[in-house]
């Protein structure tokens, strides 16, 4: 069976911190991908990344990285100098062959930014 | 700009009423979903669509069904709302093949009475 978790359930920061989101994933599978996907107030959620089992590396876009380690099952999530704007709840999901990549997602992670 | 949106943002029901929520798509996308979220418990799929007139169970379609006439079109129906089905109800698409992106609808609030 597939599991994910993010064990923190809300952090609260305050501006221009940085921040790591943690994202533990289960699965037997091989060949699988994680996502994060953020959903701000308005309530619509939004993909940020997707990473498949075959790609470790890390990868950075502006104030935003991701750190994905097999050996850990991890795929973690790290803000450098958070903004209020970055306040959301933030999910982290896993997506595996079984009858066409149906995706699990974690409980999320509600962030807080204070100015 | 691509767009999924959803009938209704809030919506009140009373239990036993049969209950029709609508999603649409723009982006000519081969899947579609239909999650619920609840608090400390995140999004949990309830059915999902590779195609027309296809249909998958997810991970809680106890108490929901669904339907798929055509490709940019996915209907949730509680049959017979209770309050247990009172939450938030997400739709998302995406395309075919290797999971990418999932495009996800402003939601739908549910409150059943």
């Known amino acids: 069976a597939q599991k994910v978790t993010q064990a923190q359930t809300e952090i609260s920061v305050v501006e221009k911190e940085d921040v790591t989101l943690d994202c533990v994933y289960e699965t037997r599978d091989t060949t699988y991908y994680l996502f994060w996907y953020k959903q701000p107030p308005s309530g619509e959620l939004v993909f940020l990344i997707r990473r498949n089992s075959f790609d470790e590396q890390n990868e950075i876009s502006g104030r935003y990285s991701w750190n994905f380690q097999k050996s850990t099952s991890s795929f973690n999530f790290t803000i450098t100098a958070s903004q209020v704007v970055d306040s959301a709840v933030y999910f982290c999901?896993?997506?595996?062959?079984?009858?066409?990549?149906?995706?699990?997602f974690g409980a999320g992670t509600r962030l807080f930014v204070k100015a | 700009d691509v767009k999924v949106t959803q009938s209704s943002r809030y919506l009140v029901k009373r239990t036993g009423e049969k209950v029709f929520l609508e999603c649409v798509q723009d982006?000519?996308?081969?899947?579609m979903f239909w999650y619920r979220q609840d608090p400390g418990l995140g999004l949990r799929l309830i059915y999902f669509?590779?195609?027309?007139?296809?249909?998958e169970k997810g991970d809680i379609p106890e108490g929901y069904s669904v339907s798929r006439e055509k490709k940019e079109r996915f209907s949730l129906i509680l049959e017979s709302a209770s309050t247990n089905q009172t939450s938030m109800y997400l739709c998302?698409?995406?395309?075919?093949?290797?999971?990418?992106?999932?495009?996800f609808g402003p939601g739908t609030r549910l409150l059943v009475l």
């Open positions: 669509s590779y195609d027309v007139k296809m249909k």
């Open positions: 982006m000519d996308h081969e899947n």
């Open positions: 999901a896993l997506s595996v062959n079984t009858g066409g990549f149906k995706t699990i």
């Open positions: 998302a698409s995406s395309t075919q093949g290797a999971p990418g992106a999932q495009y």
